[in-house]
């Protein structure tokens, strides 16, 4: 700020006259006239100055506002500076949080992928496996009624047998076997005809096979020795076997029989 001794030398006129232009370059009207009196050009300077005391003022109060709308400025520039830091922060939780996620999707889609392709893997091993046990049941079913159909001609084949050598025996009327009373007189017979027909009977049942070659073995046994066999109450037992449990039986009776 100038000093107030530092403007007039001591020429109040032209001092005046230099403010008077000062002042209407501002806006001001002026304050000096050639033909004005002294006491007017006094009055004219105490009404401008009062003036200017008065827009000072005026300033002094704005810039005053203006300040204080600086200071909340600031203090919201601040704020809104560390909120932008904070959600600067938040975003980047948020990015990572995202990308965490991204990684778990990934991972859960490549999962769902992999047990995609094990249930598809599954489900063609489950239809392969219905496919041969379906297969498995119909060779299943086609051995059952193989083995009844040898079964069967097992029992024909037993019972022409039987018939044959029943033509000289009176009261022998075959399948009634509860009703014959009379022994087979021909046990070599009876045991070449079962030696004849195992291959034609049995020959694709092993199991079969087997227990009838040990009954062989059994009945030649019986044969050399001097004991009887009712020849005709073991073909009634065999003729009238069912098919289940079939071998069970005809090795249970043989064994009591023999």
């Not at 889609?109 to 392969?128: A, C, F, G, I, V």
């Not at 060779?139 to 019972?159: H, P, T, V, Y």
Request: aromatic fraction near 8%; hydrophobic fraction near 35%; charge should be neutral.
């Amino acid at each position: 700020m100038a000093k107030v001794n530092d403007f007039c030398d001591g020429n109040i006129e032209l001092g005046i006259k230099y403010i008077s232009s000062e002042l209407e370059i501002l806006g001001y009207p002026e304050i000096y006239y050639e033909q004005q009196s002294d006491r007017q050009v006094l009055i004219n300077l105490v009404n401008t100055t009062w003036a200017l005391i008065t827009d000072m003022k005026t300033l002094l109060l704005k810039n005053n506002e203006h300040t204080v709308e600086i200071i909340k400025l600031k203090s919201q520039i601040t704020l809104h500076i560390n909120e932008k830091s904070n959600f600067e922060k938040l975003l980047d939780k948020e990015r990572n949080s995202f990308a965490t996620l991204n990684e778990s999707y990934k991972s859960a889609l490549s999962q769902r992928n992999n047990l995609n392709k094990e249930l598809k893997k599954t489900k063609l091993d489950l239809k392969n496996i219905k496919k041969s046990m379906n297969s498995v049941e119909l060779q299943f079913g086609n051995e059952i009624l193989r083995q009844k159909n040898i079964i069967s001609q097992l029992k024909d084949k037993l019972a022409r047998f039987v018939n044959e050598d029943c033509t000289d025996i009176e009261e022998t009327t075959f399948p009634q076997f509860s009703s014959v009373k009379v022994k087979f007189p021909k046990l070599d017979k009876y045991l070449s005809f079962l030696c004849n027909n195992i291959q034609i009977l049995i020959l694709e049942n092993a199991t079969i096979r087997n227990l009838i070659i040990k009954i062989l073995v059994q009945l030649s046994n019986k044969r050399n020795s001097k004991c009887t066999i009712d020849e005709n109450e073991l073909t009634h037992y065999l003729l009238n076997l069912t098919e289940q449990g079939f071998l069970e039986k005809i090795e249970e009776k043989f064994n009591n029989l023999l």
